[in-house]
């Protein structure tokens, strides 16, 4: 099951109590006091781990806890420190303060374990507060409380290309073809359910992560669909590729102003990240040449005599290449893998 946003409350561990204890054996005459300190409580930390995918681990829970630090103990004997909480998280992460919305940690380096909560620290036992003027304390420190935080954890997957699409455009097909992903794949709207992620191996020793998410329809950004609950996967890619559908009813321009729309509407951030365009299904298409004119004159551009190879210069408000595509046929799927390939080498 796919799990990519959990809400908690941690808490770290309660400082253990210092001890008041004397001092009491055989032919020792006056011992004093021998009370140990509290052994401080357990700490929370969250570990990023490559092998995990999902949030799943953490359905259904509501409160998890580092283990509270034991008191002290006569002949001045520490207390046991509390067992510390590790949260095993995938690459991709953030933690979120749940009531003010506050970023607190950005989780995206594999391998890395980060303390998030302080456990308690352990009280000062009797034999601490022994003086001239007071020879037998009868007091000792309580340990101090533990930290407490109701986060919210969203996963958002970390790729390179984002692809972003109508649903049924063939983001599922395209991922297949070019990567070792295998999404479900049919004739109907929204067989994409949960984000993918494939990589794409251009050639021997170069490659890229391409994320797939459920299809964006009109009026996204404000709730309708599938697409907007995820389109926080694709917040993290370094670039966005527009799939435009040829054989589609709507016209191609149509279809990218309102893909661009809800994008800008979900995160005026992402929207300004470099971007392609794959027209698909030309092999569907009629009137293929006059299709792409007509669109890339709209878009303010000018077209090539070799309009499928086209590569303009990159420009913010422009996309960086458009390409007609057939992933049935695999026409053009070479093309479009180095030249997302050269996109990626140029954002760096």
Known sequence: MFID????????????????????????????????????????YFVIDNNSHTLAAYKGKNKLSAKNGEPGMGRRMTGKKGESLEL?????TAVYDDETGELLLDLVNEGERVLFLKGGKG???????????????????????????????ELKLIADVGLVGFPNVGKSTLISTVSNAKPQIANYEFTTLTPKLGL??????????????????????DGRGLGIQFLKHIERTKILLYMIDLANYRELDEQFFTLRAEVEKFSPELAKRDYAIALTRMDAAENLEEKVGEFIS????????????????FDALKPYFILPISSATNENISELKFSLLELLKKDK
């Not at 009491?24 to 005459?29: A, C, D, L």
């Not at 095993?88 to 991709?92: E, F, K, L, S, Y």
């Open 5 to 44: 946003s959990v809400k908690l409350t941690l808490a770290s561990g309660h400082g253990g109590a210092g001890a008041v204890s004397f001092r009491r054996e055989k032919h020792v005459i006056l011992g004093g006091p021998d009370g140990g300190d509290g052994g401080d409580g357990g700490d929370v």
């Open 200 to 221: 794409v191996e251009v050639d021997e020793y170069n490659g890229f992560v391409m994320a797939d998410i459920p299809g964006i329809i009109e009026g996204a950004s």
């Open 88 to 92: 095993i998280v995938p690459p991709g």
């Open 298 to 313: 709209k878009l303010g551009l000018k077209a090539g005599d070799k309009f499928k190879q086209d590569i303009y210069e």
């Open 123 to 153: 009280g000062l036992g009797n034999v601490h507060f022994k003086s001239s003027t007071n020879q037998a304390p009868e007091y000792a420190q309580k340990g101090t409380p533990e930290e407490i935080c109701n986060v919210r954890l």
